[in-house]
């Protein structure tokens, strides 16, 4: 059904930043399989033939040198007119647009209506102009069908049926409405007085009397499409072949080789330099791998389109790295800055943690509305855009890790080396941007989503062992412990810090003032036989960890586990949003990237 037929919603479902020109090209790749000089004259004419000419090279945003709200609508109408579908319903076409704009739209629709394909339109209010044009007509009222057929058969139907003539001038479907709102008025007015009927039952509702007198009509049963099931509208299906500008390209289903989503593209069109008929073949399915390419150029340019978000991201891990790095400015290889040194390495990885969350918890919600459409309309696979959104993410997200690691660790002057600290911090990242994207979908506003990361956050890092020792945390809480990822990440980057170092040996007033927590490091201190035993030696970083309860060996352990878990919140976020965009679960959120 997504091959023939094309949803469009009320609202704009378009990425902010890009051109019509570039949605278009980038809807070609995903749903077009042919040459790149197919899909440009595919745009080309599309771009003619719905006025947009003017404006192809705009961008979408929220400044007054934007596309209007109209040319939104056409460009939308452009998207789905790619693939030429049989079946075109929109909901709400002339929502925002003024009186002109909404005529000029509905004038549009009625054209492509006219080249063989049905047009299905929910309208609440139409104007005159814009009721005129319908070929048919349902009036839905609370679910219930109140009449089906022509204009001009409502004007009919509500002189003879209902007794309520039109003036010459007057708007049938104003009147009709007027006419039920006045009647449900009166049915109010008397429910007040009267709760109950003569009869014990509760009176019906306008829509019910409306709907029953239309179902009581002798013309009802010929052409109800309750009766029938599936309405043949060959109104709609009629072209004209004397008007010049309509459009002339007609689908025609073909078998080729058993292929699905193969269809035959007849062209006819003035001022393309084309004589007669061009016939085209189009596959509307690409492959898996192509389509993730897609999608992820698409992603990656979004990003960088607003290259004021990309520099403010960039300077704030910037600054960020720059104000740790200040405080544990060149850290010393004494006893009593361990504590500061442990404090540095805790720090860096809570921020990229807590960045991660906090920038991963709204993802999904804010281009909901814009993927849900693309996947029921058929531009993609679901995996294919979760890959992709994966990929890209992760690529941006490496880059403001790589500069944060690189600041941190050399103003810090840390032991470790610098690939494992930015890797550790990388997986950090990895894992708390899938755990945020995960928890978000299941959040019903970008509201409630920005208080998942704290919420998350602050048990696993009070809890990993840096604020409360293991055995100091009460027993109901120890399985926070034992899951917390902030642990694992914690006891790599200290073995990966202390594994090796040298500690310079402590002096005897520092001895005497408690300022040594590892002690003198000389087994044979306490046995004063000679001046020898009596020596403050170097202390290996390997004591740390054992005071600690760090084993090394368990550095490996604890990069399977933490692997682990972010191939599981992989799987996890992938579920939800297919929950999310599959579902259409939590429709009352808008698209925050598309407005």
Same mark, same amino acid.
């Given at each position: 059904?997504?091959?023939?037929?094309?949803?469009?919603?009320?609202?704009?479902?378009?990425?902010?930043?890009?051109?019509?020109?570039?949605?278009?090209?980038?809807?070609?790749?995903?749903?077009?399989?042919?040459?790149?000089?197919?899909?440009?004259?595919?745009?080309?004419?599309?771009?003619?033939?719905?006025?947009?000419?003017?404006?192809?090279?705009?961008?979408?945003?929220?400044?007054?040198?934007?596309?209007?709200?109209?040319?939104?609508?056409?460009?939308?109408?452009?998207?789905?007119?790619?693939?030429?579908?049989?079946?075109?319903?929109?909901?709400?076409?002339?929502?925002?647009?003024?009186?002109?704009?909404?005529?000029?739209?509905?004038?549009?629709?009625?054209?492509?209506?006219?080249?063989?394909?049905?047009?299905?339109?929910?309208?609440?209010?139409?104007?005159?102009?814009?009721?005129?044009?319908?070929?048919?007509?349902?009036?839905?009222?609370?679910?219930?069908?109140?009449?089906?057929?022509?204009?001009?058969?409502?004007?009919?139907?509500?002189?003879?049926?209902?007794?309520?003539?039109?003036?010459?001038?007057?708007?049938?479907?104003?009147?009709?409405?007027?006419?039920?709102?006045?009647?449900?008025?009166?049915?109010?007015?008397?429910?007040?007085?009267?709760?109950?009927?003569?009869?014990?039952?509760?009176?019906?509702?306008?829509?019910?009397?409306?709907?029953?007198?239309?179902?009581?009509?002798?013309?009802?049963?010929?052409?109800?499409?309750?009766?029938?099931?599936?309405?043949?509208?060959?109104?709609?299906?009629?072209?004209?072949?004397?008007?010049?500008?309509?459009?002339?390209?007609?689908?025609?289903?073909?078998?080729?080789?058993?292929?699905?989503?193969?269809?035959?593209?007849?062209?006819?069109?003035?001022?393309?330099?084309?004589?007669?008929?061009?016939?085209?073949?189009?596959?509307?399915?690409?492959?898996?791998?192509?389509?993730?390419?897609?999608?992820?150029? /698409?992603?990656?340019?979004?990003?960088?389109?607003?290259?004021?978000?990309?520099?403010?991201?960039?300077?704030?891990?910037?600054?960020?790295?720059?104000?740790?790095?200040?405080?544990?400015?060149?850290?010393?290889? /004494?006893?009593?800055?361990?504590?500061? /040194?442990?404090?540095?390495?805790?720090?860096?990885?809570?921020?990229?943690?807590?960045?991660?969350?906090?920038?991963?918890?709204?993802?999904?919600?804010?281009?909901?509305?814009?993927?849900?459409?693309?996947?029921?309309?058929?531009?993609?696979?679901?995996?294919?855009?979760?890959?992709?959104?994966?990929?890209?993410?992760?690529?941006?997200?490496?880059?403001?890790?790589?500069?944060?690691?690189?600041?941190?660790?050399?103003?810090?002057?840390?032991?470790?080396?610098?690939?494992?600290?930015?890797?550790?911090?990388?997986?950090?990242?990895?894992?708390?941007?899938?755990?945020?994207?995960?928890?978000?979908?299941?959040?019903?506003?970008?509201?409630?989503?920005?208080?998942?990361?704290?919420?998350?956050?602050?048990?696993?890092?009070?809890?990993?062992?840096?604020?409360?020792?293991?055995?100091?945390?009460?027993?109901?809480?120890?399985?926070?412990?034992?899951?917390?990822?902030?642990?694992?990440?914690?006891?790599?980057?200290?073995?990966?810090?202390?594994?090796?170092?040298?500690?310079?040996?402590?002096?005897?007033?520092?001895?005497?003032?408690?300022?040594?927590?590892?002690?003198?490091?000389?087994?044979?201190?306490? /046995?004063?036989?000679?001046?020898?035993?009596?020596?403050?030696?170097?202390?290996?970083?390997?004591?740390?960890?054992?005071?600690?309860?760090?084993?090394?060996?368990?550095?490996?352990?604890?990069?399977?586990?933490?692997?682990?878990?972010?191939?599981?919140?992989?799987?996890?976020?992938?579920?939800?949003?297919?929950?999310?965009?599959?579902?259409?679960?939590?429709?009352?959120?808008?698209?925050?990237?598309?407005?």
């Amino acid at each position: 059904m997504a091959i023939i037929s094309k949803f469009l919603p009320a609202e704009d479902v378009l990425y902010q930043g890009f051109t019509a020109m570039q949605l278009l090209g980038y809807a070609a790749a995903l749903r077009l399989k042919c040459s790149e000089a197919q899909k440009m004259r595919r745009i080309n004419l599309l771009i003619k033939e719905l006025g947009l000419e003017k404006c192809k090279h705009t961008a979408i945003t929220t400044s007054s040198h934007s596309l209007s709200t109209g040319e939104r609508k056409r460009v939308m109408i452009a998207l789905e007119l790619l693939t030429n579908p049989n079946f075109l319903l929109l909901d709400e076409p002339c929502s925002g647009l003024d009186s002109r704009n909404a005529d000029n739209t509905m004038e549009l629709l009625r054209d492509i209506a006219k080249n063989k394909r049905t047009v299905v339109v929910s309208i609440h209010q139409p104007s005159l102009s814009i009721f005129d044009k319908f070929d048919l007509v349902i009036w839905l009222n609370n679910g219930e069908m109140c009449f089906y057929g022509s204009p001009n058969k409502l004007r009919t139907y509500l002189k003879d049926k209902l007794h309520s003539a039109l003036g010459d001038t007057e708007n049938p479907a104003t009147h009709f409405m007027q006419l039920m709102e006045t009647k449900q008025q009166q049915q109010e007015q008397q429910q007040q007085q009267h709760a109950k009927t003569k009869q014990g039952g509760v009176e019906h509702s306008s829509g019910e009397e409306f709907s029953e007198l239309w179902k009581q009509r002798e013309l009802w049963k010929q052409v109800s499409p309750k009766q029938h099931g599936v309405v043949q509208d060959t109104t709609t299906a009629t072209t004209n072949q004397d008007t010049a500008h309509m459009f002339k390209h007609h689908p025609m289903p073909i078998k080729q080789h058993g292929a699905p989503g193969i269809m035959q593209q007849t062209w006819q069109s003035d001022g393309f330099g084309l004589s007669g008929v061009v016939e085209e073949n189009y596959a509307f399915k690409i492959g898996f791998f192509k389509q993730v390419w897609v999608l992820f150029c /698409r992603r990656a340019q979004l990003q960088l389109i607003d290259l004021n978000r990309f520099v403010f991201n960039l300077s704030f891990y910037v600054m960020a790295a720059a104000f740790l790095g200040a405080i544990f400015w060149r850290l010393e290889l /004494r006893q009593e800055k361990l504590r500061d /040194r442990e404090s540095a390495v805790f720090s860096t990885i809570t921020f990229t943690v807590w960045m991660s969350l906090n920038t991963s918890s709204p993802k999904l919600l804010l281009e909901k509305a814009v993927v849900a459409h693309e996947y029921h309309n058929g531009y993609y696979r679901l995996p294919a855009y979760y890959l992709a959104m994966l990929l890209c993410d992760t690529l941006f997200m490496s880059v403001y890790i790589l500069v944060f690691t690189t600041i941190c660790w050399y103003m810090m002057g840390l032991n470790s080396a610098w690939l494992e600290f930015y890797l550790i911090n990388w997986m950090l990242a990895l894992m708390s941007d899938q755990l945020g994207f995960a928890a978000g979908s299941l959040a019903s506003s970008i509201t409630s989503a920005m208080l998942i990361a704290p919420f998350v956050y602050v048990p696993c890092s009070i809890l990993c062992g840096f604020f409360i020792t293991p055995e100091n945390i009460p027993h109901y809480f120890r399985w926070l412990h034992e899951i917390s990822f902030i642990r694992f990440g914690w006891h790599m980057i200290m073995v990966s810090e202390f594994v090796g170092l040298q500690i310079e040996p402590c002096t005897y007033e520092d001895f005497r003032n408690g300022k040594c927590p590892l002690g003198p490091c000389n087994p044979h201190f306490d /046995r004063p036989m000679n001046a020898a035993h009596h020596k403050f030696l170097h202390c290996p970083g390997e004591k740390v960890l054992e005071v600690l309860d760090m084993p090394p060996e368990m550095w490996d352990t604890c990069l399977v586990r933490l692997s682990a878990l972010v191939i599981l919140l992989m799987i996890v976020g992938y579920i939800a949003c297919a929950r999310v965009v599959v579902t259409r679960f939590g429709s009352n959120v808008s698209c925050g990237l598309c407005r």
